[in-house]
């Protein structure tokens, strides 16, 4: 496994004409952006955690039948300090950095004071998102790096906190049909009273060297439950008309995180799983800012990646991936994913598989409704509400799918009712080697795997004038540790989930988390 997810990639900064075997289709215009660590080491000083390496850009771009490949590192301000210093000089998630011995005492006592209160590292390897019609490489703290999507050049960095009072902000934002985006971020520290804040910026919000975040709108807050304990959240669910926020008992511990850098640990350990709480499920009009009154909640989970929602005479229906723990972190630290594959499975069998749930919530509860009675009139759903004594509703979900993770769908079906989810089969490994299709009405699932090789995150990209939800293609990098091999762009059929071409890449391409198409302007 080392040999490909932990070592050091390479920059291929102008662009490769890949050698396309199979078709693809003409209409397919536009490019495929994907971001993920890409640098684990710098000198003699090493990263702890995969999801600490600095972030790797990629760029896929189709035009006429051709595929071509380039990719950059962020320059972020991180990248530039570590690489100047030649050894990591920035702290990560999962790397504590204390300053040079060598400093003098004031150099020293000031870095010291300067981690009372953390400024985050803008190492944004993460995903790409969208404000207006600015592109930029995110995280999830309160720093962004605006890129160019053309040359994946970094044009510069922004603070959510010089627009709007956030110390953390998801990389999951999601995109009405107007073009407006939505997104979500924790006000922890220094910010006035700690909160959840949904935010708006405008679809018309870019303007000529002026950031998309000056418009930005903040639709609503919600009050933590527990003021040193705010849930960690990596996305959220939207509708036609609500946000679904999962307020899981996964939860960061201020005081720790406060204290982390005194204390010799690193902000990961800075979260905790604390199985004996409940789950709230938070919906809010996404027009009018206001809650819906009723106190949803389940039991226990731990979730990073919602796959849909949408509403159904009177329900707001979301589905996501559960865990029942929270040690999918642990097995990205580098020391697990070093170890052989079979060595890597024995050792990691209480790591918890994901789960593809759905959960019901009816929107319209009455207080007079019968206590223990099922609130679901949703003939086909199993997922049940079911109301308490004290009038609040315990939700438990149906379950669709077994391991899967980093789920798509057709975008043009986010917020509405739909069949279908793309995804990558995780097994007992943090890799997946598989992408699957997933049908929610038949139950079914079709797979494309081959052999010593390691598909990212299914991208959906629509037909021209699509009718039928699955009507296009899935696109997928995909390396190896074959050297007989070479990292190929897959492109599948989304029907029949049949191969229709491979773009061979004569470059050095490595593995990412998530992306965004862009396609072609017509």
């Known amino acids: 496994?080392?040999?490909?997810?932990?070592?050091?990639?390479?920059?291929?900064?102008?662009?490769?004409?890949?050698?396309?075997?199979?078709?693809?289709?003409?209409?397919?215009?536009?490019?495929?952006?994907?971001?993920?660590?890409?640098?684990?080491?710098?000198?003699?000083?090493?990263?702890?955690?995969?999801?600490?390496?600095?972030?790797?850009?990629?760029?896929?771009?189709?035009?006429?039948?051709?595929?071509?490949?380039?990719?950059?590192?962020?320059?972020?301000?991180?990248?530039?300090?570590?690489?100047?210093?030649?050894?990591?000089?920035?702290?990560?998630?999962?790397?504590?950095?204390?300053?040079?011995?060598?400093?003098?005492?004031?150099?020293?006592?000031?870095?010291?004071?300067?981690?009372?209160?953390?400024?985050?590292?803008?190492?944004?390897?993460?995903?790409?998102?969208?404000?207006?019609?600015?592109?930029?490489?995110?995280?999830?703290?309160?720093?962004?790096?605006?890129?160019?999507p053309a040359t994946l050049e970094t044009v510069g960095r922004i603070n959510y906190r010089n627009h709007i009072a956030l110390n953390l902000a998801t990389a999951h934002p999601h995109y009405d049909d107007e073009g407006n985006t939505y997104n979500m971020g924790t006000a922890i520290m220094g910010l006035g009273l700690p909160k959840y804040v949904i935010f708006k910026v405008p679809a018309d919000a870019s303007e000529r060297k002026k950031p998309a975040l000056r418009k930005v709108q903040q639709v609503c807050s919600i009050p933590f439950r527990s003021t040193l304990f705010p849930s960690y959240f990596h996305s959220f669910g939207m509708t036609d008309n609500y946000i679904v926020f999962v307020e899981q008992p996964f939860k960061l511990d201020i005081v720790k995180l406060a204290t982390a850098y005194f204390r010799g640990v690193n902000w990961g350990s800075c979260l905790k799983f604390d199985e004996d709480d409940i789950t709230l499920f938070h919906v809010v009009n996404r027009k009018t800012g206001r809650a819906v009154s009723t106190r949803f909640y389940g039991d226990a989970l731990v979730v990073f990646h919602h796959i849909n929602a949408y509403e159904a005479d009177g329900h707001v229906v979301f589905d996501l991936i559960a865990y029942n723990n929270s040690n999918?972190?642990?097995?990205?630290?580098?020391?697990?994913?070093?170890?052989?594959?079979?060595?890597?499975?024995?050792?990691n069998k209480r790591f918890a598989p994901p789960v593809c749930q759905?959960?019901?919530?009816?929107?319209?509860?009455?207080?007079?409704?019968?206590?223990?009675?099922?609130?679901?009139?949703?003939?086909?759903?199993?997922?049940?509400?079911?109301?308490?004594?004290?009038?609040?509703?315990?939700?438990?979900?149906?379950?669709?799918?077994?391991?899967?993770?980093?789920?798509?769908?057709?975008?043009?079906?986010?917020?509405?009712?739909?069949?279908?989810?793309?995804?990558?089969?995780m097994e007992w490994s943090p890799h997946p080697n598989k992408i699957a299709k997933f049908d929610i009405v038949t139950r079914r699932h079709i797979e494309w795997q081959q052999e010593n090789c390691f598909p990212s995150e299914p991208v959906f990209v629509a037909s021209p004038g699509a009718v039928e939800e699955d009507d296009g293609v899935i696109l997928s990098s995909v390396i190896s540790p074959d050297p007989n091999i070479s990292p190929f762009m897959l492109v599948l059929d989304a029907k029949t989930f049949e191969e229709i071409a491979q773009a061979s890449i004569p470059a050095n391409v490595h593995m990412d988390l998530h992306g965004y198409f862009i396609p072609a302007a017509v």
């Not at 999918?328 to 050792?347: A, G, K, P």
């Open 1 to 148: 496994m080392q040999s490909i997810f932990a070592i050091n990639g390479l920059e291929t900064p102008e662009p490769v004409k890949a050698q396309v075997e199979g078709s693809i289709p003409s209409w397919l215009q536009g490019t495929l952006l994907r971001n993920g660590p890409g640098l684990f080491s710098v000198g003699s000083s090493e990263y702890n955690h995969w999801f600490d390496g600095m972030s790797l850009l990629h760029s896929f771009t189709f035009a006429n039948g051709e595929v071509t490949y380039r990719s950059k590192f962020l320059k972020s301000d991180t990248y530039k300090r570590n690489i100047k210093a030649n050894r990591i000089v920035v702290s990560e998630f999962g790397t504590m950095i204390y300053p040079d011995p060598c400093k003098n005492i004031f150099s020293r006592a000031f870095t010291h004071l300067s981690n009372i209160i953390p400024d985050f590292t803008d190492n944004n390897l993460i995903n790409i998102i969208r404000y207006g019609q600015d592109y930029y490489a995110s995280s999830e703290v309160n720093y962004i790096n605006q890129i160019d």
């Open 328 to 347: 999918l972190y642990e097995m990205f630290y580098i020391r697990n994913m070093r170890q052989e594959t079979d060595d890597f499975v024995q050792t």
């Open 358 to 425: 759905r959960f019901v919530l009816p929107l319209d509860v009455h207080k007079d409704a019968p206590r223990g009675s099922n609130l679901v009139t949703l003939a086909d759903m199993t997922a049940q509400a079911v109301m308490r004594e004290d009038g609040s509703v315990y939700c438990q979900p149906e379950t669709l799918f077994d391991g899967l993770e980093l789920p798509g769908i057709n975008y043009n079906f986010n917020a509405k009712k739909y069949r279908y989810f793309y995804g990558s089969r």
